[in-house]
Antibody, heavy 116, light 106 residues
Framework: QVQLKESGPVLVQASETLSLTCTVS????????VIWVRQSPGKGLEWMGI???????DYNSALKSRLSINRDTSKSQVFLKMNSLQTDDTAIYYC??????????WGQGTLVTVSS | DIQMTQSPSLLSASVGDRVTLSCKAS??????LNWYQQKLGEAPKLLIY???SLQTGIPSRFSGSGSGTDYTLTISSLQPEDVATYFC????????FGGGTKLELK
């Protein structure tokens, strides 16, 4: 069955870089896009970026200057890197699978706290 | 960017009630509208896609409608397990979520 699971640090210092991994199973990264979504009390649910099945990427314009998404198809992993973290980047970070628009499959999410 | 506004932000209802949640887009989104249910400590769960298509495994008491900028999620007979926060999401232009409606039991 389709599964996604996020992993990475729980605590990051302000101004540093966040690195998260999404490990997927039950589907091929070359057939589906994977999206990163975050959720915080202040900003709600916010899509961050997508890596499409063909490997191309698109980013939310609000985060584009700080965000990078890539993947390792042999390991079924998608990677998120976001630099210059601030305290308002504290959020639960999810990876999800694109289904032509709707997000039918989600990881459990990982809470990242940015400390000043 | 397309903005999504949900109302009300908090809704109290009784078991068995018919419940209606609203979502308004800042521009026409041509029915590219999904609804999600999120329970405490869990990831969002897709309920309805493309305005009125029920996701596999979702009870038929959930339904969606709307067009243009105005959309509705209806629960025909509220059950205790429906206590959750509900989010709408447009995908006409990338993705944007509404702020959510928290549904509680009266």
């Amino acid at each position: 069955q389709v599964q996604l699971k996020e992993s990475g640090p729980v605590l990051v210092q302000a101004s540093e870089t966040l690195s998260l991994t999404c490990t997927v199973s039950g589907f091929s990264l070359t057939n589906y896009g994977v999206i990163w979504v975050r959720q915080s009390p202040g900003k709600g649910l916010e899509w961050m970026g997508i890596i499409w099945g063909d490997g191309n990427t698109d980013y939310n314009s609000a985060l584009k200057s700080r965000l990078s998404i890539n993947r390792d198809t042999s390991k079924s992993q998608v990677f998120l890197k976001m630099n210059s973290l601030q305290t308002d980047d504290t959020a639960i970070y999810y990876c999800t699978r694109d289904q032509g628009g709707p997000f039918a499959y989600w990881g459990q999410g990982t809470l990242v706290t940015v400390s000043s | 960017d397309i903005q999504m506004t949900q109302s009300p932000s908090l809704l109290s209802a009784s078991v068995g009630d018919r419940v209606t949640l609203s979502c308004k887009a800042s521009q026409n989104i041509y029915k590219y509208l999904n609804w999600y249910q999120q329970k405490l400590g869990e990831a969002p769960k897709l309920l309805i896609y493309y305005t009125n298509s029920l996701q596999t495994g979702i009870p038929s008491r959930f339904s969606g409608s709307g067009s243009g900028t105005d959309y509705t999620l209806t629960i025909s007979s509220l059950q205790p397990e429906d206590v959750a926060t509900y989010f709408c999401q447009q995908y006409n232009s990338w993705w944007t979520f509404g702020g959510g409606t928290k549904l509680e039991l009266k």
